[in-house]
């Protein structure tokens, strides 16, 4: 049998010589089809098949697993991420134990400057901003709080990202640091868009300058594409990559889908198309030992095409006489990577939603086909949530 098996692997690897991995045979009958190997699709898949026995197919359109996460080694040996900056964050100590089991951690806190006219100074804006931005000495958090309180602009409801910041700090280090990042970055005026965007960035009166609080912070120590081959490394699990859903769906047979993909690109477009946000972006390697003193700079100013550049060795801890970088520019076209949070795309995605819930040989998860900004850890969560309730109704059984 297993001689069979991989002769018809050859005979469709060499029908198909574009497809880099065809690991999945067509006469296999397969209990679930996961549709994108992301996070969202790489949790399910390895919860129903090493949690519940059940035989998987796990496709993606991409050449490759880990879905937005992805990383791999470039020309240079550096490793970088293809589709911009991944750092773990959470609260969720049942998230990191989690993922655990598929990979080692290494420690990393998440450091950010923007850059604002020659200066760069830290975002979060916090004490250390201020007194570098305008020469000023504030010695302790209610000296800041008092200086920013003198600034803020009180905003009787606070809807949309501009009134979160303006309501925060005030109109002059609103502009400074959020109004033209945004303005790039989403297409549309912080006016315009839903509160929870900016919302992400709090303001600090310490001196704290880490992006992020959270209790976990740390990176896969072999990379994200490491820890998604682990996961998906599992005799029930068949993997068929360069694969689109619209082919597969004919191509195999199988009884459920876990569908990872956008939400209306499954349904059709039939209420029209939801907005994603997109990027491209613009990977190189310098001959330098290092570019930034930080992972990330960001650039608010609108002038500047870019809204932020990453230098990989301060999140990988690899060492190297070189160092490699990705620009990031906002973009319509391209590949969904955001969803825009404002209150008519809520309203289509609800229409999408309602006709999800009446579909229930299909179970929706991730940050394209539920339509959330969901930060990695999030996409986790909901994952294993997803997995549990589905258990639940199936009454399937839960070995781990
Ligand atoms: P995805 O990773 O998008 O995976 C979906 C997969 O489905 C894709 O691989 C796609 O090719 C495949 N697919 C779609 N349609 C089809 C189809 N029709 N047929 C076959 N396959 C299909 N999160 C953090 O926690 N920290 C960060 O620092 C961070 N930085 C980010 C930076 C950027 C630039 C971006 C875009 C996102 C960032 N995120 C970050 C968010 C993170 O990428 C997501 O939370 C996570 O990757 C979502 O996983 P997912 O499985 O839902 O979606
Ligand atoms: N933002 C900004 N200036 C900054 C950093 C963030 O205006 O220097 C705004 C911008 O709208 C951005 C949002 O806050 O899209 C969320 O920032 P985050 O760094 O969380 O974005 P992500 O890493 O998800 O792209």
């Known amino acids: 049998d297993q001689v069979a098996a991989r002769m018809l692997r050859l005979i469709l690897d060499i029908a198909e010589p574009r497809r880099p991995v065809l690991q999945a045979l067509p006469t296999t009958h397969y209990d679930y089809l996961v549709v994108g190997a992301g996070f969202a699709g790489a949790v399910m898949a390895e919860r129903?098949?090493?949690g519940s026995g059940?035989?998987?197919l796990v496709i993606d359109k991409r050449p490759h697993v880990a879905g937005?996460?992805?990383d791999h080694h470039d020309a240079a040996g550096m490793m970088i991420h293809q589709y911009g900056p991944h750092i773990f964050h959470t609260n969720s100590a049942e998230i990191v134990e989690y993922l655990s089991r598929f990979t080692e951690w290494r420690p990393y806190e998440h450091r950010v400057l923007a850059q604002v006219g020659d200066k760069q100074v830290p975002i979060p804006i916090n004490r250390t901003t201020l007194n570098s931005l305008y020469g000023l000495s504030l010695k302790d958090d209610a000296d800041t709080a008092a200086f920013l309180a003198a600034r803020a602009e009180p905003v009787a409801m606070v809807r949309s990202s501009e009134d979160v910041v303006v309501s925060a700090?005030?109109?002059e280090l609103y502009e400074t640091f959020f109004r033209g990042y945004t303005r790039k970055q989403w297409g549309i005026d912080p006016s315009e868009l839903d509160k929870s965007v900016t919302a992400r960035v709090p303001t600090r009166t310490s001196t704290d300058d880490r992006y992020f609080t959270d209790t976990h912070q740390v990176m896969p120590r072999d990379g994200y594409t490491a820890m998604f081959e682990k996961m998906l490394d599992h005799p029930n699990i068949d993997l068929a990559l360069g694969v689109d859903f619209a082919e597969a769906k004919a191509r195999f047979v199988y009884d459920r889908?876990?569908?990872?993909?956008?939400?209306?690109?499954?349904f059709g477009f039939r209420f029209g198309k939801l907005p994603y946000r997109s990027l491209e972006f613009r990977h190189v390697i310098e001959e330098r030992e290092w570019a930034q003193s930080v992972a990330?700079?960001?650039y608010p100013d609108e002038a500047v095409p870019h809204t932020r550049i990453t230098e990989y060795k301060h999140l990988t801890g690899q060492t190297a006489p070189h160092t490699s970088l990705t620009y990031e520019y906002p973009s319509d076209e391209g590949d969904p990577y955001y969803p825009i949070p404002r209150a008519e795309n809520q309203a289509l995605y609800k229409r999408y939603e309602a006709l999800?819930?009446?579909t229930p040989e299909v179970l929706f998860v991730g940050r394209l086909a539920t339509y959330r900004y969901y930060n990695m850890d999030?996409?986790?969560?909901?994952a294993l949530a997803t997995y549990r309730r589905h258990v639940a109704e199936q009454a399937i059984g839960e070995a781990t």
């Open 257 to 266: 889908i876990v569908y990872t993909g956008p939400i209306d690109e499954y």
């Open 68 to 70: 937005n996460a992805y």
């Open 296 to 298: 990330v700079v960001n």
């Open 48 to 50: 129903l098949a090493a």
């Open 356 to 358: 999800a819930a009446v």
């Open 54 to 56: 059940k035989r998987v």
């Open 378 to 382: 999030q996409v986790v969560g909901q």
């Open 169 to 171: 700090v005030g109109r």
